[in-house]
């Protein structure tokens, strides 16, 4: 027969354990974590927390502190002044096949280093099915130098309807340099994804 205590025990790791789950459905799944970069803080440089960063020069992709729509930091994309050079960030979310989703990006160009050259910008959301097969794709229009310097831009895709047999979306962040390289940098922030 189990003494008062260890009933007392019992039922306090019973509503520990139950906890998590909870805030687990709370989160909305479909929604990016660390959106606005500010995980891990103080880390000027570093890979967000979340998400993958593909770049083959690590010093030209990662965490700004001191440049941020909210918080204290945001996602700085250098170029590597490399002729077709491309880099990426990175996360997958759930969704569910025909819901439709909203995704969000702000960007901005560098006010001491603009982007120069042939250099792009874009989101793009690629539909994932179960075995990771790419389902479809979706993209804004490109940023280019003339993004401004001075006001966070926002780009969106609206009320896109995950096709039949998706599970996942990619969501990304691209950096293309162009034929002729790029130079300068530009930053982004506050990347979201909405449930219509
Ligand atoms: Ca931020």
């Known amino acids: 027969m189990m003494s008062k205590r260890a009933v007392f025990v019992c039922a306090l790791a019973a509503i520990a354990l139950s906890y998590p789950s909870q805030a687990a459905r709370v989160v909305a799944d479909y929604d990016v974590r660390n959106g606005s970069f500010e995980n891990p803080a103080g880390a000027d440089g570093a890979t967000p927390a979340n998400w993958m960063v593909m770049t083959e020069s690590r010093k030209n992709a990662g965490i700004i502190a001191g440049v941020s ?97 998706a599970v996942k979306a990619r969501v990304g962040v691209h950096m293309w340099e162009g034929s002729r390289g790029s130079r300068g940098e530009f930053y982004v922030d506050n990347i979201a994804v909405e449930e219509k």
């Open 69 to 165: 729509m909210t918080g204290d930091q945001s996602f700085r994309f250098q170029a590597m002044e490399k002729p077709n050079g491309y880099q990426g960030l990175v996360q997958e979310v759930t969704v569910i096949e025909k819901e439709k989703y909203t995704f969000t990006v702000h960007a901005k160009n560098s006010k001491s280093s603009p982007m120069k050259a042939t250099g792009v910008g874009q989101l793009v959301v690629e539909w994932l099915d179960e075995d990771g097969q790419e389902v479809g794709r979706e993209w804004t229009p490109h940023w280019t130098h003339t993004l401004s310097r001075m006001r966070w831009t926002k780009f969106q895709l609206k009320n896109r309807r995950a096709p039949r047999g």
